[in-house]
């Protein structure tokens, strides 16, 4: 049982080149989310789904994109990477209900120069 | 914002129980509150979570305070293993509400 795969674990852009980061889950959850954690920080909120066809903005939701065409898929894009989009990203995902627990992959590290 | 307040750091000898505090005074009814830790930039682990009783599994105790406002996450014999980063978020419909947590540090 893999859980929460993200691909790839490390990239490095330039500024202006896009990418897309994949996330699969092999749960059957409900909701899937993608995180950004900076140097010292806390995990911030970018965008979310509650079930295939459906995104929702979160906290920091600028200069991001994202899709939700399979129920275990949730791709995360970067139109145009800036320097201030180097972070660490991570997927998550969580069956429905309000209390249920978010499993988390190991994360991707990007660095835009 | 984060709904929760967090000491930065903490200190706990191993073998001994290690006590994290929680402040989340503005937390609302429905609102469960979660435990998660981050062991070297890893994808955070779950560890715990309740809404108002005090809940016990196999990793950790969680205590709440009666009127909310506040919790405490328990570890009863700490090891080395038990080093990370430990962070108490507020759900808040969908989303977990991070903020920047507390740093354990298990001594031997």
């Known amino acids: 049982n893999a859980g929460v795969t993200q691909t790839p674990k490390f990239r490095v852009l330039k500024t202006g080149q896009s990418m897309t980061l994949l996330c699969a889950q092999d749960?059957?959850?409900?909701?899937m989310y993608w995180y950004r954690q900076d140097p010292g920080m806390g995990l911030r909120l970018i965008h979310y789904?509650?079930?295939?066809?459906?995104?929702a903005k979160g906290e920091v939701p600028d200069g991001y994109n994202v899709s939700r065409l399979k129920k275990q898929n949730f791709l995360l894009g970067l139109e145009s990477a800036a320097p201030s989009q180097t972070s660490v990203y991570f997927c998550?995902?969580?069956?429905?209900?309000?209390?249920?627990?978010?499993?988390f992959g190991q994360g991707t590290r990007l660095t835009v120069v | 914002d984060a709904k929760t307040t967090q000491p930065p750091s903490m200190d706990c000898a191993e073998g001994r129980a290690a006590n994290l505090p929680c402040n989340h005074s503005?937390?609302?009814?429905?609102?469960?509150v979660y435990w998660y830790r981050q062991i070297h930039s890893q994808g955070p682990q779950y560890i715990i979570h309740?809404?108002?009783?005090?809940e016990t599994n196999e990793m950790a105790s969680l205590i709440i305070t009666e009127d909310r406002k506040s919790s405490t996450l328990i570890l009863p014999h700490a090891t080395l293993r038990d080093t990370a980063v430990y962070y108490c978020?507020?759900?808040?419909?969908?989303?977990?509400?991070w903020g920047a947590g507390t740093k354990l540090i298990i001594k031997p």
């Open positions: 998550a995902s969580s069956p429905w209900g309000p209390a249920t627990e978010a499993f």
């Open positions: 749960m059957n959850h409900e909701y």
């Open positions: 789904s509650v079930g295939e066809g459906t995104t």
């Open positions: 503005t937390i609302s009814g429905n609102e469960y």
């Open positions: 309740g809404l108002k009783n005090n």
């Open positions: 978020i507020v759900r808040v419909n969908y989303q977990l509400i």
